[in-house]
Nanobody, 123 residues
């Protein structure tokens, strides 16, 4: 089952976007759901994650600007992105993992990757 990321778009620096990650056959509250991004020419990198028990983690460049949350009723995980910068431009992906909390930033521990959603921030 692939996860479906949506909500990307073209915005200006300083604007906000909210990304959504949804799935019909995966119950998110049983997993850690992570957001990753990949900019052109770069490796895919960890952005944020929301654990099954409500813990959150962020990569340093987005701390204070991005907020991850989960709506159990909608089985959806959101990534609220504020004060966007051109360096946030990337394709954003969501995926799930059951790995221990200490390893949730490692891409190889995740599965059920979707196609991603493009975020472009102009200066």
């Amino acid at each position: 089952v692939q996860l479906q990321a949506s909500g990307g778009g073209l915005v200006r620096a300083g604007d906000s976007l909210t990304l959504s990650c949804a799935a019909s056959d995966v119950i998110f509250r049983r997993y850690t759901v992570g957001w990753f991004r990949q900019a052109p020419g770069n490796e895919r990198e960890f952005v944020s994650c929301f654990s099954w028990d409500g813990k959150t983690k962020y990569t340093d460049p987005v701390k204070g600007r991005f907020t991850i949350s989960r709506d159990n009723a909608k089985n959806t995980v959101y990534l609220q992105m504020n004060s966007l910068k051109p360096e946030d431009t990337a394709v954003y992906y969501c995926a799930i993992t059951s790995v221990i909390w200490g390893r949730v930033t490692e891409e190889n521990n995740y599965r059920n990757w979707g196609q991603g959603t493009q975020v472009t921030v102009s200066s």
